[in-house]
């Protein structure tokens, strides 16, 4: 990938910060800007029609957390490489992106300095971060993935479709009621999702269903604030 052009895909909610990333990719004229989205699924329509080699990708978007959305692309487009340009800088976040398979991790902060090091790191195939975080973190976090997110990736797997979508409402903190809108189903068949999916993994209250939808990357817990419970 390296010596050839490689083809960019940006996804971000702010136009200004998207402008941004453009300017400090035209320095080098090893990479094309050749699409650019607001929100994730967008942001999967430009990948499946323009098939890029590279995807820079925010956490925080609108529609779909940018750790699921790292999972999402790296399935549709063989080969992609995703570089998270995030403000966050927690190392749960960090954590979640590599294991979601992220090549990359970069704050929003240090974009105009360290973005091309970034990328041109990934281009050859290995894993850049931030310099605030050492390097050996990354291969700990690679090789040492926390048991229990592995199996509950398996139960993740045994949900349906349906009780899947159901489940990231809930943990963005949709009621039954709101769920049932959105899908246009009946509350009492919402109520019905939610209680199977929560007996299938083992989780007895919201608060334990967000803790978990955070483990796997299905939401953003700095986003999420839940006025009664501490997560």
Same mark, same amino acid.
């Given at each position: 990938m390296h010596d050839e052009t490689?083809?960019?895909?940006?996804i971000d909610d702010h136009p200004m910060f998207r402008e941004g990333l453009k300017a400090i990719l035209k320095r080098d004229a090893r990479y094309e800007v050749v699409a650019e989205a607001g929100?994730?699924?967008?942001?999967?329509?430009?990948?499946?029609r323009r098939r890029p080699d590279m995807?820079?990708?925010?956490?925080?978007?609108?529609?779909?957390?940018?750790i699921r959305l790292t999972r999402e692309l790296k399935q549709l487009v063989a080969g992609v490489r995703v570089v998270i340009v995030s403000m966050h800088s927690k190392i749960e976040h960090i954590?979640?992106?590599?294991?979601a398979g992220a090549s990359g991790y970069l704050v929003k902060e240090s974009?105009?300095?360290?973005? +091309?090091?970034?990328?041109?790191?990934?281009? !050859?195939?290995e894993y850049? @971060?931030?310099?605030?975080?050492?390097?050996?973190?990354?291969?700990?976090?690679m090789t040492s993935p926390l048991q229990k997110s592995v199996s509950r990736d398996a139960d993740y797997g045994t949900l349906t479709?349906?009780?899947?979508?159901?489940?990231?409402?809930?943990?963005?903190?949709l009621s039954s009621k709101e769920i049932a809108e959105k899908l246009f189903i009946?509350?009492?068949?919402?109520?019905?999702?939610?209680?199977?999916?929560?007996?299938?993994?083992? +989780?007895?209250?919201?608060?334990?269903?967000? !803790?978990?939808?955070?483990? @796997?990357?299905?939401?953003d817990l700095d986003l999420w604030i839940d006025p009664g419970e501490p997560v």
């Open positions: 490689i083809r960019v895909l940006i929100n994730g699924r967008e942001g999967l329509e430009a990948a499946a995807a820079l990708v925010d956490i925080s978007l609108p529609d779909i957390n940018g954590a979640e992106a590599f294991k974009a105009s300095d360290g973005l +091309l090091k970034g990328l041109d790191t990934v281009a !050859r195939g850049f @971060l931030d310099s605030s975080v050492s390097p050996t973190v990354v291969e700990s976090l479709p349906r009780e899947q979508e159901i489940m990231r409402y809930l943990a963005e903190g009946s509350p009492k068949t919402a109520e019905n999702h939610r209680a199977n999916l929560m007996k299938k993994l083992n +989780l007895h209250s919201n608060v334990e269903l967000i !803790r978990y939808a955070a483990r @796997l990357g299905l939401i």
